[in-house]
Nanobody, 116 residues
Framework: QVRLVESGGGLVQAGGSLRLSCAPSGSIFSINDMGWYRQAPGKQRELVAAITRGGRTNYGDSVKGRFTISRDNAKNTVYLQMNSLKPEDTAVYYC??????????WGQGTQVTVSS
């Protein structure tokens, strides 16, 4: 079954940068919005950033000015450039995509750990 696959997670020091990417493992038709969510230990899942097919973006308050979401529609790929990372950014980051036919896809998650 088609799933989204995240990559690019890892361990970085505070103040460092990381770039995440997400693409489907197979063909997904009519992708509309895409986004990134994260869940830290003991916390609820939260929106990190979202982007429409037309390129409109939205960011969670805690990452504004530090993270940038982008996408390549030809590749059905979404990216998350993470700069000025903080220990509180440590979480599992999940990719999300939905389609105009109301199907929703999620990735399995990629771990981002920021050391102080």
């Amino acid at each position: 079954q088609v799933r989204l696959v995240e990559s690019g997670g890892g361990l970085v020091q505070a103040g460092g940068s990381l770039r995440l990417s997400c693409a489907p493992s197979g063909s997904i038709f009519s992708i509309n919005d895409m986004g990134w969510y994260r869940q830290a230990p003991g916390k609820q899942r939260e929106l990190v950033a979202a982007i429409t097919r037309g390129g409109r973006t939205n960011y969670g308050d805690s990452v504004k000015g530090r993270f940038t979401i982008s996408r390549d529609n030809a590749k059905n790929t979404v990216y998350l450039q993470m700069n000025s990372l903080k220990p509180e950014d440590t979480a599992v980051y999940y990719c999300n995509a939905d389609t105009i036919s109301y199907r929703i896809y999620w990735g399995q998650g990629t771990q981002v750990t920021v050391s102080s």
